[in-house]
């Protein structure tokens, strides 16, 4: 019995993807909005979501310690420049390297503010967001300046990692997307895009994904370092090195979201520049949130962000335009569920919204670009305001920890 029940997560996600595609192929066909998932849709989707999921990690390994990680958007911005100057100077991978050493040196602030000197977390990790642009901009205006493409603002372009691509296989299913089979093109788009110019960046952020679940999850380490977010006292008695342990996690946690950064720099686009993060710290702590800090879950809030950003800057108005059809048949089925649930109110205030949604779907054909440009964001709050009810964040995340407190 306990086998089936480890396993049931795991099929549970993988039905959800399946009905999640199904779903696109009908809203397809239904809107004609051809571009909801191509191959370059889902390439970009990944392109987009990478650096949210990888500062949503490191949120994930910070709170699950206890420490609220407020500072992943000015770790980020470390790790846009820690990959601009050594990718530049030493190569691709070690600007890999420097993107992760960059960001650990914001984690190594945090925690010694917030583990060692007992600092509020939130002013630590907002002292860091703007302590970070400053002395980036500083750095920059030394190290760029007078190189080739480089300037106050930027660095010069930078080499790639690498990327992975399967030709005959790529072609092969280029031809079955390219026929628009319900549902079947849709599956051949998403395989075609895992096998055409990957970036091994891609590859090496779902690998961290699995690996902080199965570290986390599946470690007697995780389980430590776990129980030292929920209840430190007791951890400490049990005799775990509680300040150990959340000094790890926060390392962990600014390592991750300088290789956030490092994969704007390098992947998202080819060099450093000036506020390039662009917010996405703080929409990868409201994916990690959304997640009900658990790395699945961060994934699919990644996925949401990603998916609506990028349908913003492909087809734009007309993609968008199909998403508030989806949108609104989604929330006819929250309101039958919440009806089920005898929150009556609830489910009428949300039968409102549907109903606004398709007035509006109805009345233009295609959406206008201011709106286009904020749907992610607004998707974002959308399901953040929907899914508050059944959070649960570890107990003892945010509170300042003194080592003989369980005594």
Do not use: C
């Not at 004609?32 to 990478?50: K, N």
């Not at 949300?350 to 201011?370: C, E, M, W």
């Not at 649960?392 to 003194?402: K, N």
């Amino acid at each position: 019995m306990s086998a089936v029940t480890r396993r049931l997560p795991r099929l549970w996600w993988l039905g959800a993807a399946v009905l999640v595609l199904l779903a696109i192929s009908v809203l397809r066909v239904v809107t004609g909005a051809e571009d909801l998932a191509s191959s370059g849709t889902v390439r970009a989707t990944l392109i987009a979501l990478v650096p949210i999921m990888l500062a949503g990690l490191g949120g994930l390994w910070s709170e699950r310690a206890g420490v609220v990680n407020i500072g992943l958007e000015g770790m980020m911005v470390l790790g846009t420049y820690g990959a601009g100057y050594f990718g530049y100077h030493y190569g691709a991978w070690a600007g890999v390297a420097g993107a992760l050493l960059m960001g650990a040196i914001g984690g190594l602030i945090h925690a010694t503010a917030t583990v060692v000197f007992g600092v509020d977390h939130i002013i630590s990790g907002v002292a860091i967001n703007i302590i970070a642009v400053g002395a980036v901009q500083y750095l920059a205006s030394l190290t760029f300046v007078g190189l080739p493409g480089g300037g106050q603002t930027q660095s010069p372009k930078l080499d790639n990692v690498g990327s992975i691509t399967i030709g005959p296989l790529s072609d092969a299913l280029g031809e079955v997307e390219d026929q628009n089979i319900f549902f079947v093109s849709e599956l051949a788009a998403v395989a075609r895009a895992m096998v055409t110019n990957l970036s091994l960046l891609v590859v090496l952020a779902f690998v961290l994904l699995f690996v902080t679940y199965w570290v986390l999850w599946r470690t007697s380490f995780g389980l430590r370092l776990r129980s030292t977010g929920e209840s430190p006292s007791a951890a400490e008695s049990l005799g775990v090195a509680v300040l150990r342990y959340k000094f790890v996690a926060v390392l962990i946690s600014g390592a991750l979201a300088g290789l956030a950064g490092g994969f704007l720099a390098m992947v998202a686009s080819s060099n450093y520049r000036d506020g390039q993060t662009g917010g996405r710290g703080y929409i990868g702590l409201a994916a990690m949130i959304f997640g009900n800090w658990r790395p699945g879950g961060l994934l699919a809030g990644s996925g949401l962000f990603g998916y609506t950003q990028t349908l913003g800057l492909r087809q734009g108005g007309t993609s968008v335009h199909a998403l508030l059809l989806a949108v609104a048949v989604l929330a006819i089925g929250l309101a039958g569920y919440q009806l089920w649930r005898k929150q009556v109110r609830l489910a009428v205030g949300i039968l409102v919204a549907a109903a606004a949604l398709i007035t509006v779907y109805a009345a233009i054909d295609v959406v206008p670009g201011d709106f286009v440009n904020i749907t992610p964001y607004v998707v974002t709050l959308l399901v953040l305001a929907f899914a508050s009810q059944r959070l649960r964040m570890p107990a003892a995340d945010g509170q300042v920890y003194r080592r003989g407190s369980a005594g």
